[in-house]
């Protein structure tokens, strides 16, 4: 598997390197706007989280640098999501599993067509297992 140097680079990076980024701020007023066209309109969000290749394989392969022990970015977005109220479905340990026997990714952060396959079964099975809504 190819890296990315960058990839490994945010993958290696510090919580405070999230929390100090310069776009975090435009992230929480996203989901807060996100939160108020909710309840303005009556919907549900649901976030899916997709971990990097790094974050994924990071075990698998001797990255330099190597991927920092926390995924700080991945429970960062899982905090905000649910502190919207929002519901979250987190890749990192649903892909997991699948990771173990096969590359996922192309050689850079985008899912290869198998990973997109994979993706599309595990929100399925994660739609079928919602309680249907309220008149159905």
Do not use: C, K
């Not at 490994?8 to 989901?31: I, K, M, N, T």
């Not at 022990?69 to 991945?74: D, M």
């Not at 850079?108 to 595990?122: K, S, W």
């Not at 399925?124 to 809504?133: F, I, S």
């Amino acid at each position: 598997m190819l890296a990315d140097p960058q990839v490994l680079w945010h993958a290696a990076a510090p919580e405070s390197y999230v929390l100090g980024h310069p776009h975090r701020r435009q992230l929480d007023r996203a989901f807060a706007r996100m939160r108020e066209l909710a309840q303005a309109r009556g919907f549900a969000v649901t976030v899916v989280i997709i971990p990097s290749s790094a974050r994924l394989y990071a075990g698998d392969f001797p990255f330099s640098p190597a991927p920092s022990p926390v995924p700080y970015l991945v429970n960062y977005l899982s905090r905000l999501a649910q502190a919207n109220g929002f519901e979250v479905v987190n890749l990192l340990d649903r892909l997991a599993p699948f990771a173990r026997g096969e590359l996922l990714f192309r050689d850079d952060d985008h899912l290869n067509p198998r990973g997109h396959a994979v993706v599309a079964g595990i929100l399925t099975e994660h739609l079928r297992a919602q309680e249907p809504p309220p008149g159905r």
